[in-house]
Structure formats: C-alpha cells, structure tokens
C-alpha cells in the first residue's frame, strides 16, 4: 500500500503596500508594482494573498481608516481579478468593508480582540476571519503557551457568543506581537499545542525580529530563520504559513516531504 500523501500548509503570500514595512516598505505601494509582485507570488506557490496598508511594525506610525482604504482598494480589486482568495490585513472595519466589497474573502485581523464589529462584517459576507494573539505589552512573567491557548478559548466563545460560524475561524499565535525573543521561540516550539483547539492555525513569522535577534538580520540569516521556523510548522501541522518569499516556502516544503518531517 502506498503511503498517504502529506498535506502542506497552504501559503499566505505577503503584499504590502506600505511606505513603512519593516521589510519591504515602499517597494510594492504602486498598483502596478503590487500586481506584479501578486502575480510573482502566485507563480511561486503562493495559495493566498494577505494585502496590508498600515505597518504593523514595532513603532510604526498609524494612519487613518481613509488613507488605509486609499493604499489597498484598487490593489485588493487587482489581485481579486487574479482568481485567487485575497486577504486583507487589517485592524479597522472600515478597511476590512471596502476590501471586501472589492472581493476579499479573508479578514486577517492583528488587534489581539475580539472585535464585535469586525465579527459582524465577516460573518455578513461569508468571509473567514483571522483572530490574532496579540498583547499590548509584554509580560516577560507568564507562561506565553498557555496564555495564547487561554486568549484564543476565551477567543472562540465570544465568536460563539456572537453566532459566528466556527468553520469560517482562524487563529494566528501572533509571533512578533506583544511577546519577547524567548516566548516567540517558546510558541514556535509548541506549536503543536495550538491544535488541540481543532481549529485552523495560520502562522505569521517571516522575517521577523526573533530572527534578526538571535543570528542577524542579513538576507542569509533571515533565510535560515524562516527556513527552521517553516520546518517546524510543517512539523506540528500548521494549516497556514505566512511569508514575504513563496517560492523559497515552496522548497521547504520539498525537503520536508523528502525527510518525513
């Protein structure tokens, strides 16, 4: 009998079309430079589109609901006309409105709440909707596992509370957000935990500090981190895995196949 086929991760492709990303701020914000690298990302693997128009970066300079829907509206239309599910990454439900008349299907929601009016919205348009782990100040004291695995239970009964389809959820154990270099490795490396809450778990660690911290923040250093960190999601059977390059995740994947991991 041959050995059932492993299931990959799908790939979230990373879209910015912001002039202060902390990686790639600025280079994709034109509508044609964002279409072209869409389709780029497409070309390499990528199954989903996540279009963000407000840095999240630590630091980062907020801007208004108006000017967020200005950056993303016509590229969030681009990419839709590219037939494939369309992402948008945002904390406002105006933003997430529009990016969804325009026919995005998923809102990635990086607030760390429960937010009643961007449950509303999504479960409105059928769309899924992204719960983020995502504290407003670090706690160097506590258990960071078992508080994203008490945020997210918390999480999914107030989705339940407000008659959200559970079918249409997905949580993100927020690497990079309200965390230390030490809890966004101890998340990764229990990874597996999140799954007994039997829910789709999205992964958002490309590129992030945790790496540029602990080997350096060059292109090689960065490689290896998302090389490892990719390994390990396949590892604990993440459902998606969020990267700025798809097709470097798409040879992940091929030795992680290869090996059994």
């Given at each position: 009998m041959?050995?059932?086929?492993r299931?990959?991760?799908?790939?979230?492709?990373?879209?910015?079309?912001?002039?202060?990303?902390f990686?790639?701020?600025?280079?994709?914000?034109?509508?044609?430079?964002?279409?072209?690298?869409a389709?780029?990302?497409?070309q390499?693997?990528?199954?989903?589109?996540?279009?963000?128009?407000?840095?999240?970066?630590?630091?980062?300079?907020?801007?208004?609901?108006?000017?967020?829907?200005?950056?993303?509206?016509?590229?969030?239309?681009?990419?839709?006309?590219?037939?494939?599910?369309v992402?948008?990454?945002?904390?406002?439900?105006?933003v997430?409105?529009?990016?969804?008349k325009?026919g995005?299907?998923?809102?990635?929601?990086?607030?760390?709440?429960?937010n009643p009016?961007?449950?509303?919205?999504?479960?409105?348009?059928?769309?899924?909707?992204?719960?983020?782990?995502?504290?407003?100040?670090?706690?160097?004291?506590?258990?960071?596992?078992?508080?994203?695995?008490?945020?997210?239970?918390?999480?999914?009964?107030?989705?339940?509370?407000?008659?959200?389809?559970?079918?249409?959820?997905?949580?993100?154990?927020?690497?990079?957000?309200?965390?230390?270099?030490?809890?966004?490795?101890?998340?990764?490396?229990?990874?597996?935990?999140?799954?007994?809450?039997?829910?789709?778990?999205l992964?958002?660690?490309?590129?992030?500090?945790?790496?540029?911290k602990?080997?350096?923040?060059?292109?090689?250093?960065?490689?290896?981190?998302n090389?490892?960190?990719?390994?390990?999601?396949?590892?604990?059977?993440?459902?998606?895995?969020?990267?700025?390059?798809?097709?470097?995740?798409?040879?992940?994947?091929?030795?992680?196949?290869?090996?059994?991991?």
């Amino acid at each position: 009998m041959e050995p059932e086929e492993r299931k990959m991760p799908l790939l979230m492709g990373i879209l910015n079309v912001t002039p202060d990303s902390f990686y790639d701020g600025g280079a994709h914000s034109a509508p044609e430079e964002a279409l072209s690298h869409a389709k780029k990302l497409i070309q390499d693997g990528a199954d989903i589109i996540d279009i963000g128009g407000e840095s999240t970066r630590p630091g980062f300079t907020p801007v208004s609901a108006e000017e967020e829907i200005r950056r993303t509206r016509d590229i969030v239309k681009l990419v839709c006309a590219l037939n494939v599910p369309v992402s948008i990454d945002t904390t406002k439900h105006e933003v997430a409105r529009e990016a969804l008349k325009c026919g995005a299907s998923i809102i990635n929601d990086v607030s760390g709440t429960v937010n009643p009016e961007m449950t509303a919205l999504a479960k409105e348009y059928g769309a899924r909707l992204v719960i983020t782990h995502a504290p407003r100040e670090i706690d160097e004291e506590i258990n960071i596992v078992y508080d994203v695995l008490e945020f997210f239970e918390m999480a999914l009964s107030d989705l339940s509370y407000l008659e959200f389809p559970p079918e249409n959820v997905i949580l993100d154990p927020g690497i990079g957000f309200g965390k230390t270099v030490e809890q966004n490795f101890d998340v990764i490396r229990n990874l597996y935990e999140l799954k007994t809450l039997k829910m789709p778990i999205l992964l958002g660690a490309s590129n992030k500090s945790y790496i540029k911290k602990t080997i350096g923040s060059d292109e090689q250093s960065l490689n290896v981190g998302n090389t490892v960190t990719i390994a390990a999601a396949v590892r604990d059977g993440v459902d998606i895995i969020r990267v700025h390059d798809a097709a470097h995740a798409k040879k992940v994947f091929k030795m992680c196949e290869k090996l059994d991991i």
